[in-house]
């Protein structure tokens, strides 16, 4: 059994700052990539910013410069810094984990249940 828990979302003003948090807990044996997406009302689900086992990360061009993915490999955790937020930005966004459990032959993703964000213009 593995879980993901989302934390961190709120209600922000545009410019504001929000940091994300994403513990991954259960019969994990390793953790291949952590994600984080995002979904608005009608939209559909996409990928935000992705950070591998090695700490190198992706991100989406409109949160370029201004969304930091990080990891605490120690912990199983992974942050989504979020600053200058835009109305734009407010969706449920969603931690995802491409992980192997032990005793498992191949990875899977695994999702959270989502945290909300809302920008406020």
């Known amino acids: 059994q593995v879980q993901l828990v989302e934390s961190g979302g709120g209600l922000v003003q545009a410019g504001g700052s929000l940091r994300l948090s994403c513990v991954a807990s259960g019969n994990i044996f390793s953790i291949n990539a952590m994600r984080w997406y995002r979904q608005a009302p009608g939209e559909q689900r996409m990928l935000v910013a992705d950070i591998n086992s090695g700490g190198t990360t992706t991100y989406t061009d409109s949160v370029k410069g201004r969304f930091t993915i990080s990891r605490d490999y120690a912990k199983n955790t992974a942050y989504l810094e979020m600053n200058n937020l835009r109305p734009e930005d407010t969706a449920l966004y969603y931690c995802?984990?491409?992980?192997?459990?032990?005793?498992?032959?191949?990875?899977?993703?695994?999702w959270g249940q989502g945290t909300q964000v809302t920008v406020s213009s």
């Open positions: 995802n984990a491409f992980l192997r459990t032990r005793g498992g032959v191949y990875s899977q993703n695994y």
